[in-house]
């Protein structure tokens, strides 16, 4: 799989605080991994979109991840919010995750993220247009 990665998305986690960049590189490389796993996937753009780090592929919907000063307690990997890939995700994983509405999971900065559910996160949204007729999205 080849991954593009702009410059300006680099700088992104260069000027995260200390406290978070661990948690930040941490879901990159969880996306990164997890695209890397899946064959339909052979090229992934590392992008800024709203200037949050954004994730695309051929067939995918928008991942975006980001701490924000104004919750320093939490970052979240964020969707569209019109798909239903957040919809989806607080039914078979209700117990697992928080939620913010029909956008994002978050995560506090010393929570255990749970790898595997995370993962069918990720590969749904990264193949969103090919799952998005199936009931849970392939997952």
């Known amino acids: 799989m080849q991954i593009n990665t702009s410059s300006e998305f680099e700088k992104v986690f260069i000027n ?5 960049r661990n948690n930040m590189l941490f879901l990159r490389e969880l996306i990164e991994e997890t695209a890397n796993e899946m064959h339909e996937i052979t090229q992934l753009e590392e992008t800024l979109k709203w200037g ?4 695309l592929t051929k067939n995918g919907s928008t991942i975006r991840i980001d701490w924000k000063p104004k919750t320093p307690q939490s970052y979240a990997m964020y969707f569209q919010c019109t798909s239903r890939l957040v919809e989806t995700f607080k039914i078979i994983f209700k ?10 999971i ?3 900065l010393n929570d255990k993220v749970p790898v595997a559910e995370l993962k069918f996160c990720i590969k749904a949204a990264l193949t969103y247009h090919k799952v998005k007729h199936l009931p849970t999205l392939g997952i």
């Open 52 to 55: 949050e780090p954004g994730f």
């Open 16 to 20: 995260y605080p200390d406290l978070v």
């Open 106 to 108: 978050v995560f506090q």
């Open 95 to 104: 117990n697992t995750f928080q939620f913010e509405g029909k956008r994002a």
